[in-house]
Nanobody
Framework: QVQLVESGGGLVQPGGSLRLSCAAS????????MGWYRQAPGKQRELVAA???????NYADSVKGRFTISRDNAKNTVYLQMNSLESEDTGVYYC???????????????WGQGTQVFVSS
C-alpha cells in the first residue's frame, strides 16, 4: 500500500505565505515525477507545479514567480512554497506522485487526499 499525506494548508491573508508538504510512504521502489494540483470551487483540477526525479520543474503560468516546488528524495517528500498568495489561489491542493512499487512493475500515479488552502482577508 502506498500513501501520500499532505500537510500545511490553512487560512492565510492575501499576500501571505504557506508551505505545503507531501510525504509518500509504503512499498516504494522509485519515484519519478511529483507534483501539486489544485481544485477551486466549481472548477476542474489543474496542475500547479511539478518536479521530475532530475529536479526539472514546471509551473502553471498563474503561479510562476510566486510558488516554488522542491523535493527531498531521501524522505520521499515534495514541498510547495507559496508566496504572495492571492484569493484566486484558494482551493484544495492535491499531491501527485508517479512511482513504481518494485523493479518489475510499471509506474503509476498516486494521489493524496488533499489539503485546503483558503486565501481571504
Amino acid at each position: 500500500q502506498v500513501q501520500l499525506v499532505e500537510s500545511g494548508g490553512g487560512l492565510v491573508q492575501p499576500g501571505g505565505s504557506l508551505r505545503l508538504s507531501c510525504a509518500a510512504s509504503g512499498r516504494i521502489f522509485s519515484i519519478n515525477a511529483m507534483g501539486w494540483y489544485r481544485q477551486a470551487p466549481g472548477k476542474q483540477r489543474e496542475l500547479v507545479a511539478a518536479i521530475t526525479s532530475g529536479d526539472s520543474t514546471n509551473y502553471a503560468d498563474s503561479v510562476k514567480g510566486r510558488f516554488t516546488i522542491s523535493r527531498d528524495n531521501a524522505k520521499n517528500t515534495v514541498y510547495l512554497q507559496m508566496n504572495s498568495l492571492e484569493s484566486e489561489d484558494t482551493g484544495v491542493y492535491y499531491c501527485n506522485a508517479e512511482l513504481s512499487r518494485s523493479a518489475y512493475t510499471l509506474p503509476r500515479n498516486y494521489w493524496g487526499q488533499g489539503t485546503q488552502v483558503f486565501v481571504s482577508s
